[in-house]
């Protein structure tokens, strides 16, 4: 039977609601601070912290429940008659409930504000009675989310306790929090070093219908502690968001915001299809559109500039998943709108590059994000390119970062003629790449690693390939820098290769 409670929360959600029905049913109720204000105002009989603790409240309030007569009224197992016995001894009265929610660091680790304003939020009180609430769950029933208040009333209401599966999971919930809670505020302090203990804080943003396919379950978790592109976008328009959907997107952002120019990029498969510079959107677009018109067909569209109505008048005329750019025109979004299913998404923040964490069987791979495009331009070749093939070779370069290994993009005009990627050797994305260009006559060919061998420049003097941009560093470099020679193609060397796996 549940006969004391102890609340102390940041957010009242609920609160009075669930206060009242604990009054009705001869709860006792102790609080804290702000939260017995609170309930004091709005007519709940509630028992300052102070009154059970015989200590006023110090140090601003950072020890106020940090005492004996809290813990020892939560810890106190009843089936145990020592425990008991040593609590009635100290005069201290068990606690059967435990309403808590922490002080609000996830909003404020990335706020506008000092290391010394981010400190004060971390919530030390909070934690502990939650901590010790749910090592003992079997007795006290613990409440860390609001959405949980529904459930323990009406099991109360019904049955006059709460069964012991649902306080195991309530005191699940705990721990799931306040792990997260501490993993935020360790890489706060560590920062992004290379520590002992990898600590993740993530929370769930959406359950997805599906993910990569429609027998694997998938939902969406956004980090507590960084900043991004894809935590802070909005939907304007379209279905649900799957979980290819956000994944592609991801890459599709990543690459338009490589260029200061107005940049589009169609993305099918976690892969470019189309990217393009162009003098306005309109015509970016248009010209990533034409890079590669089968493969657009039901994949993503983005751009970093907002969209017109011009524009957006060309991207309903085929099937698009998504379209993401910073802002819409209001034409152009009611011209979008016309495809009901069509996912909108405004994303008015460049990617934030920190680390990158892939899952194995069994581990977790950790790595600094891929943020340098290269070390340092060193032409090897007798002829060396012009000021527009050296553009050109920029642009490339900035595409094949997001391409699967290994990598090959053509490019002319600043505009992606062939993309070739996720093949096992070289030649083969090479000849691949090649063969998709319309006109590959005066283009470049960027790679995301050295040649291996000279047949790459072989085949890209076939095609009229004027400049070649590729890391360098395979022991038969010479090879490949006899054959530009020998084909009047000039190449540069980046000292730094982008892997993709």
Known sequence: MIKRALISVFYKDGLLEMAKFLESKGVEIVSTGGTFKFLKDNGIKVIDVTEVTGFEEMLDGRVKTLNPYIHGGILAIRDNEEHMTKIEEKGITPIDMVIVNLYPFFEKVTADITFEEKVEFIDIGGPTMLRSAAKNFQDVIVISDTKDYAEVMSQIEEKGDVDYEFKKRLAGKVFNLTSAYDAAISNFMLGDGNEEYLSVSYKKLMDLRYGENSHQSAAYYVSTTEKGAMKNFTQLNGKELSYNNIKDMDIAWKVVCEFDEIAACGVKHNTPCGVAIGETVYESYMKAYECDPTSIFGGIVAINRPVDKATAEELVKIFLEIVIAPDFDEDALEILKTKKNLRVIKCDEKPQLSKELVKVDGGILVQSADDKLIEETKVVTKKAPTDKEMKDLIFGMKVVKYVKSNAIVIAKDQVTL??????????????????????????????????????IVEEAAKYGISSIIQPGGSVRDSESIENCDKNDISMVFTGLRHFKH
């Open 418 to 455: 062939g993309i070739g990627g996720g093949q096992v050797n070289r030649i083969w994305p090479t000849q691949e790449s090649l063969k998709r260009s319309n006109n590959p006559e005066g283009a470049i060919l960027a790679s995301d690693a050295f040649f291996p061998f000279g047949d």
